[in-house]
């Protein structure tokens, strides 16, 4: 190991429940790691204090000659870019216009930028991920919700007010389930994991999925992946529940494909590991209704990065910017 091979990226995903944290070399290799907990009803003060103790630790990992020169962090919610504040995080209580870049930069003596994590993973997948060699990349997160990034022209898009990429808000239907956003019918509401495990739930209350409802055994607690599951094993009633999620996730494809003409959709997220039950009728949904020109032009492929991807999209941000 040379010196400069030790002067590493600090890069941090603050969750609501967990806080990840990597030492990341200049090749994007992570030599250090590590994983705790939030605890986010401490407040922001406590939290700030957490996340340098962890890229702390991440650091020590990676070997005594080690150190930073930058951090990057990954925010849930609408943040300022360019002054390094959070604005909002719906899971962080008390998490309101938090200058995160300046105090954490005061704490470790480092220069400190933040990002959106949503933004943050499709960076980290347009660097370092599914995305390398992509110009036009649209980034798609299918999991509890639905978020995204849009990289155009080998630039992050972050709009006029730093709150572009809101994929799972455009509306798909009218009269759909009340969004948090306060919209119905948004696409988060009809192809998330949420959205799949509520619509289990329908078919069991309906009596249309046999195999789920066993599965379940009485209980109102289903998950996607129980959904999917039963799905597999033939439940015709589960199946209909992810096909019809797909064909509304299709949709929301043909939006971006439409709109932006990307070379490469990534597609990652939790939910998205259902595979081909879901991403099939949704790509096939997408041909049938895109135009033709983009849809000739656009590959639609799995994210790699899994869940470091924020973490390492804030680690290339903090790179280029410092
Ligand atoms: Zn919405």
Redesign the pocket.
């Known amino acids: 190991m040379t010196a400069a091979d030790s002067v590493l990226v600090g890069a941090v995903d603050l969750g609501g429940t967990k806080i990840l944290s990597l030492a990341v070399d200049p090749s994007g290799a992570v030599r250090g790691e590590d994983l705790r907990a939030t605890d986010a009803e401490d407040g922001p003060d406590a939290v700030l204090g957490r996340i340098a103790e962890s890229l702390l630790a991440a650091v020590t990992q990676a070997g005594p000659a080690a150190r930073l020169r930058a951090a990057g962090i990954a925010t849930p919610g609408p943040i300022d870019f360019e002054r390094g504040v959070v604005v909002q995080a719906p899971n962080l209580p008390g998490w309101r216009d938090v200058p995160v870049a300046e105090r954490l930069g005061a704490m470790l003596s480092l220069p400190v930028v933040i990002e959106n994590d949503a933004n943050a993973a499709a960076w980290g997948e347009f660097v370092y991920g599914a995305g390398r060699g992509a110009r036009h990349m649209i980034y798609l997160t299918v999991s509890t919700g639905i978020g995204g990034g849009i990289v155009l022209d080998g630039h992050m898009y972050r709009g006029a007010s730093g709150a572009a990429g809101e994929m ?2 455009i ?1 798909i239907v009218d009269d759909g389930p009340l ?5 119905h019918g ?1 696409l ?2 009809l192809a998330s994991g949420t959205a799949i495990a509520r619509r289990g739930r329908d078919a069991v209350a309906a009596g249309r999925a046999p195999l789920l409802a066993a599965t379940v055994a009485g209980s109102d607690d289903v998950s996607a992946e129980q959904v999917h599951e039963a799905a597999l094993q033939g439940d015709a009633g589960a199946r209909a529940v992810i096909e019809e999620a797909a064909r509304y996730l299709g949709r929301g494809l043909t939006a971006f494909v439409n709109i932006f003409n990307p070379d490469l959709i990534v597609i990652g997220g939790g939910a998205s590991k259902i595979g081909p039950m879901l991403l099939d009728p949704a790509l096939a949904e997408m041909r049938r209704t895109a135009m033709r020109l983009p849809l000739e032009h656009v590959q639609i492929v799995a994210a790699a990065l899994g869940g470091r991807a924020g973490a390492l999209g804030a680690a290339a941000l903090a790179a280029e910017r410092t």
């Open positions: 799972g808000h509306q969004c948090g956003c306060g919209a948004c988060e509401q």
